[in-house]
Nanobody, 127 residues
Framework: QVQLVESGGGLVQAGGSLRLSCAASGRTSTIYMISWFRQAPGKEREFVAAINWNGASTDYADSVKDRFIISRDTAKTAKTTIYLQMDSLKPEDTDVYYC?????????????????WGQGTQVTVSS
């Protein structure tokens, strides 16, 4: 089993920046890919960004491309952290942000193809 814990959310003005963290522990050797999704109340979870486990490949939703960067730390420790650097934030980026691990043969942008989820972190962008 993999455990994921998000942190770094908060309140920021439009145009500002935040960096989210997703700490992965447990059976991390089973992870193929980690992604960030976001969800507003009453809406489906929306794909934001993905990175494969060795960090060599990334993918972004069009709505965040050129503003968000996903990365992972390279320290060889028991806990690996995935980051989401969010710049030029807009009020429409306000959501709860989740990180999740993708199933081995799942689609990158489909939330139901992810099995382990964190508890989420709230991001609020004021206008």
């Amino acid at each position: 089993q993999v455990q994921l814990v998000e942190s770094g959310g908060g309140l920021v003005q439009a145009g500002g920046s935040l960096r989210l963290s997703c700490a992965a522990s447990g059976r991390t050797s089973t992870i193929y890919m980690i992604s960030w999704f976001r969800q507003a109340p009453g809406k489906e979870r929306e794909f934001v960004a993905a990175i494969n486990w060795n960090g060599a490949s990334t993918d972004y939703a069009d709505s965040v491309k050129d503003r968000f960067i996903i990365s992972r730390d390279t320290a060889k420790t028991a806990k690996t952290t995935i980051y989401l650097q969010m710049d030029s934030l807009k009020p429409e980026d306000t959501d709860v942000y989740y990180c999740a691990t993708r199933k081995p043969l799942g689609f990158i942008r489909v939330a139901s193809d992810y099995d382990n989820w964190g508890q989420g972190t709230q991001v609020t962008v004021s206008s």
